[in-house]
């Protein structure tokens, strides 16, 4: 096990580069399935929840070669079983069950774990495929679906699904007719996945919409692939900069899908522009406090929910943060109080009323954005912070420790 520390109040500045975004990798690796011959893909970054994903693939059958990218060849595919012992580490897992029940007939995937920040059910994604005229059963922890041949069907989802919307897709690419998913989740790395399968010969229509159509096509071909830069990332460090009054260079992001981010961060108070592909952000004194709800694309996403709350920890006045997407995704409201924040709960909302310092003490991350959280109050706190159970942050942050020092911070991982 492994903790870091941090020693705060270092104002942060210089250049940071963004990686690939693990939510868009994750799927594209598993669209894989789909196709024949060798696919390559650029920009994968290098995560527990990536690697987990390649050990899942290499499990069925699936050859992968490493280097600057990443090959993957699901020729020798022979196995439709996705088991517990990596399935339960994390719940994007479940993306293999739509391309295996569309490529072999058949999928035995077991029910996923990851985060523990919410129930996240996936009947969304097995309602779909039954339309699809897929025979689903649950059987001692596993989803069990077998299917002669998927078949088109209108699908509506009750709430927008990510993974619900991506799993889907991926299986109406070889179903026979048309697909349609109505109130279809529109986040950007839903449009990756759209674009990848497209380059693989699939027929999608409306990807970044409510309505996404899909006609089925015989078979799919590998294809090159970069993936698009980590929107989650760069939006943390732009908190970074936000909360240690600091000014920072991000390069290789698109500030254009982090819209609902930027404008919450300039009502702070941080002067944000966009140069040479690249964001420039700067924090200044004093922080105002903002009111925050977590919505679907495009509204404020909830992976940015819990590095704003560290954030307004510092502002002048009293904050609202309302969250709608995970009912348990304010676990880390106990570790910022130990540390000095003046934060109750009420329901789905947090009130932060801002403090003029907080005061590092030893703490622990839950699940993933709770250590970024946590990593940015330490940043700004008084004195050092010691954060325990950090293997969450390798899952979604590539290197963070190694890039926040080059920028300035006082901060270094130790064996606990």
């Known amino acids: 096990m492994e903790k870091i520390i941090i020693k705060g109040e270092k104002r942060l500045k210089g250049e ?118 897929a025979k689903i059963e649950l059987k001692h922890g596993y989803v069990e679906a077998k299917a002669k041949k998927l078949k088109g069907a209108p699908i509506f989802f009750e709430i927008p699904t990510v993974t619900g919307t991506e799993n889907l897709m991926m299986a109406a690419t070889l179903a026979e007719g048309v697909t349609t998913l109505e109130n279809a989740a529109r986040e950007p790395e839903v449009i990756e996945l759209a674009s990848v399968l497209k380059k693989m010969g699939a027929n999608i229509k409306g990807e970044g919409t409510e309505i996404i159509t899909i006609e089925g096509v015989k078979e799919l071909k590998s294809t090159d692939h970069t993936i698009i830069p980590d929107r989650i990332e760069a939006g943390t460090f732009m908190t970074a900069a936000g909360i240690t009054g600091g000014n920072i260079k991000i390069k290789n992001c698109n500030i254009n899908l982090l819209d609902s981010v930027t404008r919450k961060l300039e009502e702070a108070g941080m002067e944000i522009s966009y140069k040479d592909n690249g964001i420039i952000a700067k924090g200044n004194r004093p922080i105002r406090s903002v009111d925050i709800k977590t919505l679907p694309y495009p ?97 979604g942050y590539e290197r963070i420790v190694e890039k926040l020092s080059k920028l300035g911070a006082d901060i270094k991982r130790v064996a606990d």
């Open 16 to 133: 940071v580069e963004i990686s690939g975004s693990k939510n868009a990798a994750l799927p594209i690796l598993t669209a894989s399935i789909l196709t024949q011959g060798w696919n390559t893909f650029s920009n994968v970054p290098a995560l527990r929840d990536i690697e987990t994903i390649k050990k899942l693939l290499k499990g069925i059958g699936i050859k992968i070669e490493e280097g600057e990218s990443v090959k993957i060849n699901a020729d020798g595919l022979n196995n439709y079983e996705a088991s517990y012992d990596l399935v339960k580490t994390m719940r994007a897992s479940v993306l293999v069950l739509g391309p295996l029940l569309a490529r072999l007939k058949r999928a035995r995937v077991s029910l996923p774990g990851g985060c523990a920040i919410g129930a996240r059910p996936i009947n969304l994604h097995l309602n779909g495929l039954a339309k699809m005229g």
């Open 299 to 395: 509204g404020f996403p909830t992976d940015m929910q819990a590095q704003m709350m560290a954030f307004m920890c510092f502002a002048n006045g009293t904050s609202v943060i309302s969250e709608t997407i995970f009912e348990n995704r304010f676990m880390h409201v106990s570790e910022l109080r130990r540390i000095g924040a003046d934060i109750r709960i009420e329901g789905h909302n947090a009130i932060v009323k801002g403090v003029p310092d907080l005061s590092g003490a030893p703490v622990m991350a839950t699940d993933l954005r709770a250590s970024a959280c946590l990593i940015l109050a330490g940043l700004a706190a008084k004195g050092k912070t010691e954060i325990s159970r950090v293997y969450h942050i390798d899952r």
